[in-house]
């Protein structure tokens, strides 16, 4: 994926920067150091995209981890998601070289970096934000110093995302029997979301209407809610009967 640092429409491009070091003390610019053109020591992805919902609103995201020391070093990436390690993996990287990650199914993660087999975290962990996960192309650049601080900055094309919505809406109804629970499940198809399942009625002779669809809560996480109302059927049918016998 090209650097979007250097792009040509800056109003295009969102930049985030942290960095471990002391702001008092005076150092190169990392970034500036970095042969961005060389291919990385190991590739490889965290998670997988079969199950994303609307894949095409929520891009993998890039991690790139650089050795900015004059030396080879053992780098331990750990990548944490909701509280659990989803992949570790331990790289020797020469100097001035880096590791590609490809994060594929959004989420927040946070990525420690371990150095030479020590025990201890070299630096701040790396988060990467949920919303980072849209359209776009987005990538987080990290720079490992000689004495272990940390240097991250993450951009993204930063173009306009649609948001989701209610495209159409529309209701099978099969015949009824007889129960006493509701049940439904929710399965995402390409850019579509399907709703099917079971719905109690006071007796079969009801029937089922789409009422509303409507999308709740905020861009970051909303919720489609569903409602669905019952009707008395015109016309006759055969309600549930129940047979008790004398004992």
Known sequence: MPDRTESTTPTNTST????????????????????????????????????VP?????????????????????MTLSFRREGE???????AVPSGR??????????????AITLDGEDSVTGT???VERSWFDCNASATTTAVGPDG????????????CPGPEVVNATMEQSGGSCGDADRASVRFTDERVRVSGTHRAPTPCHGLTLSSTELRGDPEEQTLVVT??????????????????DR
Do not use: W
């Not at 961005?36 to 995209?49: K, Q, T």
């Not at 894949?55 to 070093?73: G, I, T």
């Not at 390690?85 to 790289?91: G, K, N, Q, S």
């Not at 880096?98 to 990525?111: G, H, I, K, Q």
């Open 16 to 51: 985030q920067e942290t960095t471990t070091d002391d702001p008092g003390e005076e150092s190169d610019d990392a970034f500036d150091r970095l042969d961005r053109d060389a291919d990385p020591v190991e590739s490889f992805a965290v998670g997988d995209r079969e199950g």
């Open 54 to 74: 609307f894949p095409k609103n929520n891009n993998p995201h890039d991690v790139r981890v650089y050795n900015d020391a004059d030396r080879m070093r053992s």
């Open 85 to 91: 390690t989803v992949l570790e993996r331990t790289i």
């Open 98 to 111: 880096r590791v590609d990650a490809t994060l594929n199914e959004p989420a927040a993660y946070r990525l």
């Open 125 to 127: 962990p790396v988060e």
């Open 149 to 160: 601080a940390v240097e991250t900055r993450t951009v993204s094309t930063a173009l306009g």
């Open 228 to 245: 669905v109302e019952t009707a008395d059927r015109r016309g006759g049918c055969v309600e549930c009967i129940v047979a008790e016998r």
